[in-house]
């Protein structure tokens, strides 16, 4: 079992900055991708930023040029630095991570981000 503990959401006006982290812990040994996803009100939930234990990543194309990700994996702890914070990116930002040998996702609980206008 892997358990992941995000920390970082919160209130900020549009156009601030906020970073998530998330730690993740237990059997982490084939933890390969860690990433976010978040979920707005009445939407699904959908991809933010994902990054491999090499360092490759994806965004969606809504936060490129304005969210980063990073990872330490020494910590087994990812990050989101999110820049230019808009309304829209209001949502329930979730912590996810994938272990390679056995085809698992797991989720953490998910932190609040709310932009206001």
């Known amino acids: 079992q892997v358990q992941l503990v995000e920390s970082g959401g919160g209130l900020v006006q549009a156009g601030g900055s906020l970073t998530l982290s998330c730690a993740a812990s237990?059997?982490?040994?084939?933890?390969?991708?860690m990433g976010w996803y978040r979920q707005a009100p009445g939407k699904q939930r959908e991809l933010v930023a994902r990054i491999t234990r090499s360092g490759s990543t994806n965004s969606a194309d809504s936060v490129k040029g304005r969210f980063t990700i990073s990872r330490d994996n020494a910590k087994s702890t990812v990050y989101l630095q999110m820049t230019g914070l808009k309304p829209e990116d209001t949502a329930v930002y979730y912590c996810?991570?994938?272990?390679?040998?056995?085809?698992?996702?797991?989720w953490g609980k998910g932190t609040l981000v709310t932009v206001s206008s």
């Open positions: 996810y991570a994938k272990d390679v040998s056995l085809d698992m996702d797991y």
């Open positions: 237990g059997s982490i040994f084939y933890i390969n991708v």
